[in-house]
């Protein structure tokens, strides 16, 4: 069936540190990956996306990784700042002609002090 | 600020009601869609409209409407509402029908079915 899961539900990790956030995903023929932050009582806001043309996109202190073998994407964080806690979702795009974004469940990352 | 505005904030409702979720995009964009946001079922997609035209469906209810207005302003109808129905519900926008476009979520509705 379809299934965007997430392999942590939750994440801890210092401040300064970096952090990695997985996704996996079901459908190959998916050609769009996002991620999305969602900040308590606040709507999603995009992060970062990536195409299925490549396998790693950059952003300021993120990074998103797309194996498409296993399936598999990642966000990495670097030195994590307290405004980074929120909870964090991979999404992917199924929908040729039209646009049907598929959230995984989300990651709660918590930054410690 | 994603530029994407939602009315009202909270609904809360009793139960066999219908209610009407209002959302404006970003000036601009044609593209809305409709999420639904619950605990138990996450975040899902309910429907896209793009130029006054629906595009695409997913996981919504027969008991849910949307359509988009000529002034591109989106409004999710929710009748027979129950007890489950009781979600944040986000409209999100974008430039564009398909394809790697960016979605702004709005601030969402908080509904509450009693």
């Known amino acids: 069936g379809e299934s965007v899961g997430l392999h942590l539900p939750t994440l801890s990790v210092q401040e300064g540190d970096n952090s990695i956030i997985n996704c996996a995903y079901s459908n190959s023929a998916s050609d769009y990956f996002i991620w999305y932050k969602q900040e308590s009582g606040k709507g999603p806001q995009f992060i970062i996306d990536?195409?299925?043309?490549?396998d790693k996109r950059q952003g300021q202190r993120v990074t998103v990784l797309l194996n498409k073998t296993v399936k598999h994407l990642s966000l990495q964080i670097a030195a994590t700042q307290p405004g980074d806690s929120a909870v964090y979702f991979c999404?992917?795009?199924?929908?040729?002609?039209?646009?049907?974004?598929?959230f995984g469940q989300g990651t709660r990352l918590t930054i410690n002090p | 600020d994603s530029g994407v505005t939602q009315t009202p904030k909270h609904l809360i409702t009793a139960t066999g009601q219908r209610v009407t979720l209002r959302c404006s995009p970003r000036s601009g964009d044609l593209s809305v869609y409709w999420y639904q946001q619950s605990l138990d079922q996450g975040l899902q997609f309910l429907i896209q409209y793009y130029n006054g035209e629906e595009r695409a469906k997913g996981n919504i209810l027969e008991r849910f409407s949307a359509q988009q207005f000529p002034d591109l302003h989106s409004e999710l109808n929710l009748s027979s509402l129950e007890l489950g129905d009781s979600a944040l519900y986000f409209c999100a926008s974008s430039g564009a029908l398909a394809g790697g476009a960016e979605q702004y979520f709005g601030p969402g509705t908080r509904l509450t079915v009693t």
């Open positions: 990536i195409r299925s043309n490549m």
């Open positions: 999404a992917e795009n199924r929908s040729e002609g039209a646009q049907k974004l598929v």
